[in-house]
């Protein structure tokens, strides 16, 4: 018997704020069998009990060691993973709590707060070096017989359709050449970008917007959050989705049904 699974993923800009902003209801009606989320921003003791441990769902938080309220990730899924690692065994990215490694009987997730390359670009060279930090361990992994399947906020648009004003943002972090190459690289290798799969000419499909500019109201935004599914899984996608009308934070969700 063929069953999906449904995974989504979001960047919910604060786990604590989200909460407040109706998660658990969000949850409940998500129908989702693994919730993966960034920027939680908290460490464990500071979340509600009924976040930290949803009702139905396996949690597993993530929170950045560096400083307190800043970057973190977590998993939220209704199977346990037969094993988990925090990390990608790089210590300057590990200790900012960036990444999850969950492994399930039939495939293999990562959930990754990518790194963002700041107004000043100062943090451009790290942010590329994680990408490179990334792929190695995907494809490491991928080397070891596991279906890679990765999501996140990869805080790059990667073509022109991927966000409203590509011309004024060449400068911009986010739609730099080199950033956009790192993407160009990973399709190379056959990642599937799972959304482009299903939708490949669907304009004005977004998943953030700048907030101060009240950009959302006006669907001013980017296509930043993703899920990549190596090639291997291609016979096992069944379609992928954004959320845009989720609201809670500057990010809305985005989702694929696998099958199992």
């Known amino acids: 018997m063929t069953t999906t699974r449904k995974l989504i993923s979001?960047?919910?800009?604060?786990?604590?704020?989200?909460?407040k902003n109706g998660f658990m209801d969000w949850l409940a009606a998500s129908d989702a069998d693994i919730v993966c989320l960034q920027e939680t921003r908290a460490?464990?003791?500071q979340l509600p009990e009924e976040l930290r441990q949803p009702a139905g769902y396996h949690a597993i938080w993530n929170p950045s060691r560096s400083r307190k309220g800043y970057s973190g990730t977590a998993i939220l899924s209704r199977e346990a993973p037969l094993s988990v690692e925090l990390g990608l065994g790089v210590e300057e990215f590990d200790i900012e709590g960036r990444t999850i490694i969950a492994h399930y009987p039939t495939f293999?997730?990562?959930?990754?707060?990518?790194?963002?390359?700041?107004?000043?670009h100062g943090r451009v060279p790290y942010k590329?070096?994680?990408?490179?930090?990334?792929?190695?361990?995907?494809?490491?992994l991928r080397a070891a017989g596991k279906p890679v399947l990765f999501c996140g906020d990869v805080n790059t648009a990667h073509q022109e359709i991927d966000l409203a004003r590509p011309k004024e943002n060449q400068t911009v972090t986010g739609f730099l050449p080199?950033?956009?190459?790192w993407i160009d690289q990973i399709t190379e290798l056959g990642y599937i970008d799972t959304f482009r799969r299903f939708y490949p000419d669907l304009a004005e499909q977004y998943t953030w917007w700048h907030q101060v500019t009240f950009a959302r109201r006006r669907n001013v935004g980017w296509r930043i959050d993703y899920f990549f599914a190596a090639p291997e899984?291609?016979?096992?996608?069944?379609?992928?989705?954004?959320?845009?009308?989720?609201?809670?934070?500057?990010?809305?969700?985005?989702?694929?049904?696998?099958?199992?």
């Not at 979001?10 to 909460?19: D, E, F, K, L, S």
């Not at 080199?178 to 190459?181: G, H, L, M, V």
């Open 178 to 181: 080199e950033e956009r190459a």
């Open 233 to 260: 899984l291609a016979p096992r996608l069944v379609d992928a989705f954004i959320f845009p009308a989720v609201l809670g934070s500057d990010h809305c969700p985005v989702g694929l049904t696998l099958l199992t």
């Open 108 to 120: 293999t997730l990562l959930n990754s707060y990518f790194p963002n390359g700041g107004r000043d």
């Open 10 to 19: 979001w960047n919910v800009n604060g786990a604590r704020a989200v909460y």
């Open 43 to 45: 460490e464990e003791h």
């Open 128 to 140: 590329l070096a994680f990408y490179d930090a990334f792929l190695d361990r995907c494809e490491a």
